[in-house]
């Protein structure tokens, strides 16, 4: 029994060293025939990893070693990127020695020298922090293509030379994970050209069975209309129901006409729909669908909006009160009540939209980020303010209709309401960590990863079913109040189920029901979990290029840092056996992320619906790729094509019916294969 355990334990702490550190491998074209194969790695705090010159009787240094190879071979020794520091180490009787912290790059060059190539290996590295280190461990590669020069081509270029097998320069941290992309050769302007023509009157051909236009909208409708329930119970909302009540009390003791109160209510309801319908227009007008979509991934704005929902549930928790200054809500209101006709009617809605904004707002933002990369429409932000006026002013409406049965309506500061305030705190809690998250991923902070944010929402869910079972106590709660209401208990029971839920995520597991939320499995470091299906290629060309070579169709991915659909897609779709096998054997699969802020070697100018725009991102070409090529700005979107940009069916968009899906791609391979 001490046996076993000793090994358990030894495979713990193996297990827990390689978390440490991460290694991937990319392949860079560099000439016709030369080919970089590039070991990038990340290192945690402590650990650091070694070089290649290291003395004898000293750590075991990086090296790069050659399995097989054909029309192929290393050209000079694996060099090791910026940042290597030499230092006296003590745990090797202070020999100077050469490590990288943090991050670590390093490069090995091959020289093709016939058309078809192939080379296999691995880079091995070790890698120590103050009180442990790692055995050897091997990140393998394989370089494989038919795109290199002949052998007599090489040789009249002068590439022969004495094969030499060299050692490896150190690396940011690397663990034993291969995500290799393959080398893809390189293409001339006209081939890339034609693969950026334009398929839309193709696709307006083949119709689509998925209705993705009528689906996102739809989909935004509801979403905004989810947005307007939810802000029916937020605290600063409820206290316009008996002021409600009081005015149309009024209007009907002057009035004494039954029909003239349903004209009144019904005009009420509609100038709540109104005004939160002009804010959508206005909203659109001033930034348009495309700068919605751009602001959903700026740092600026998600920080801002992260900051601001942090604020608002220190409010909610009772640390201090968010209110508008109260002249301007008693000024409206006293215009209001000295108006007659609809005017007066018109004025106490505004009072409703401007009284209710401290609550209502981070909902309205967030719906209006939300759509935007949603819909792909400039109609969008209009159609989802639509329904969450729509959802705020149906039983707004029934106030007005009903005054007389509403008279004894709870006040605000019943208990039970600030139960509710103090919920929503958790709740806004929790959705400020995806703004924030949002920025990290599409600026590659890595400042909230997968772990990082599941631990979050673990914390926050779990203290907030302790809260409802009368365990945690807020300023402004009843000192007095014991136990819980069954509601309270049913709910508690609910938050806790889902906290523990979420805990099997921090070893990689799916969790599927924040993976709309959660940032992607692969920011995600210890992973148990080796089921993997991400993209071999984020660039368009680049995939293609690999497509044509080894002769298989592409399906190309838009997609975003910052889209919810997306990463619901990616688990509850991609990861079915079935879809996984499809994806990784007969396809190419290409993921373009269009809100990726990494900078364009130089900025790009193009025409587009007569007008020049400039794209200064690599998330900005992606994106007009989408819309030139495919006529639509929404995510996630899917095309098969061929490996000449070709279509080879009808493109799908969010639906998690995966036999849908497996049917769609063996549609595309045969279509492929009759060609």
Not at 421 to 434: D, I, R, S, T, Y
Not at 438 to 466: K, N, P, Q
Not at 575 to 599: F, G
Request: negative net charge.
């Amino acid at each position: 029994m001490r046996r076993i355990l000793s090994v358990f334990v030894l495979m713990v702490m193996a297990i827990t060293m390689h978390a440490q550190v991460t290694f991937n491998v990319s392949y860079k074209r560099v000439s016709p025939t030369e080919v970089d194969i590039i070991f990038t790695g990340k290192a945690a705090p402590g650990w650091h990893i070694y070089s290649t010159n290291i003395p004898a009787d000293g750590p075991n240094p990086a090296t790069f070693n050659i399995d097989s190879k054909k029309g192929a071979k290393a050209a000079g020794k694996l060099k090791g990127g910026p940042g290597a520091k030499t230092v006296s180490e003590p745990m090797f009787d202070g020999m100077k020695i050469t490590f990288y912290e943090n991050k670590a790059t390093f490069t090995q060059r091959v020289t093709l020298t016939d058309k078809d190539y192939e080379m296999k290996g691995y880079f091995q590295f070790s890698a120590c922090n103050d009180e442990n280190c790692m055995p050897p461990t091997n990140v393998d590669f394989k370089l494989k293509g038919s795109d290199g020069p002949d052998a007599a081509q090489a040789a009249a270029a002068g590439v022969e030379g004495e094969e030499e097998e060299p050692e490896a320069a150190a690396a940011e941290a690397g663990a034993a994970a291969d995500s290799a992309t393959v080398a893809a050769p390189a293409m001339d302007d006209a081939e890339v050209k034609a693969l950026w023509t334009p398929v839309i009157d193709e696709l307006n051909q083949m119709g689509n069975d998925n209705d993705i236009a009528g689906k996102s909208w739809w989909y935004i409708f509801f979403l905004g209309f989810l947005g307007g329930l939810i802000a029916l119970v937020t605290p600063c909302v409820w206290p316009i129901i008996p002021m409600t009540v009081s005015f149309f009390l009024k209007r009907a003791d002057k009035a004494g006409d039954r029909k003239q109160g349903v004209k009144d209510a019904i005009t009420y309801g509609i100038s709540i729909i109104v005004i939160y319908m002009a804010l959508g227009l206005i909203i659109t007008t001033i930034f348009g669908a495309s700068a919605l979509n751009d602001l959903s991934t700026n740092a600026i704005f998600n920080i801002l909006f992260f900051l601001m929902l942090v604020v608002f549930a220190a409010s909610f928790f009772g640390g201090f009160e968010i209110t508008l200054p109260s002249k301007w809500s008693n000024a409206v209101d006293s215009k209001a009540g000295s108006t007659t006709g609809m005017l007066s009617i018109f004025l106490m809605a505004f009072t409703l939209t401007l009284v209710s904004f401290s609550c209502t707002g981070p909902i309205i933002g967030f719906l209006l980020v939300e759509v935007s990369t949603s819909g792909g429409s400039a109609l969008a932000p209009t159609i989802g303010m639509f329904g969450f006026a729509l959802a705020l002013a149906i039983p707004f409406t029934l106030f007005a209709l009903f005054p007389s049965l509403l008279n004894s309506a709870k006040s605000s500061g019943s208990s039970w309401l600030n139960k509710v305030k103090v919920v929503l705190g958790f709740l806004e809690l929790a959705f400020a960590l995806k703004f924030f998250s949002v920025a990290d991923l599409a600026y590659g902070w890595h400042l909230c990863d997968r772990e990082v944010f599941l631990s979050l929402w673990i914390i926050i869910f779990t203290c907030m079913g302790l809260y409802l079972l009368g365990f945690i106590k807020f300023p402004h709660d009843d000192p007095e109040e014991k136990g819980c209401s069954v509601t309270g208990f049913f709910i508690a029971l609910c938050s806790l189920a889902f906290a523990v839920y979420m805990i099997p995520g921090l070893w990689g597991a799916p969790v599927k029901a924040v993976s709309a939320f959660a940032p992607p499995m692969s920011t995600q470091d210890f992973n148990l979990d080796n089921v993997k299906v991400e993209a071999k290629f984020n660039d368009y060309e680049q995939g293609m290029a690999y497509a044509k070579a080894n002769g298989k169709p592409v399906m190309v991915d838009f997609t975003g840092f910052g889209c919810v659909n997306c990463r619901k897609m990616e688990l509850a779709v991609w990861h079915d056996a079935k879809v996984r096998d499809l994806l990784t054997k007969d396809y190419v699969l290409i993921s373009l992320y269009v809100d990726d802020k990494t900078k364009l070697a130089e900025p790009i100018e193009v025409q587009e619906n007569g007008k020049a725009v400039t794209l200064r991102t690599v998330g900005d070409r992606w994106s007009y790729l989408q819309r030139s090529k495919f006529g639509c700005n929404a995510q996630p979107y899917y095309f098969l094509l061929d490996n000449e940009g070709h279509l080879l069916g009808k493109a799908r968009s969010y639906d998690e019916d995966i036999d849908a899906y497996v049917d769609w791609l063996h549609e595309g391979l045969d279509k492929y294969a009759a060609k």
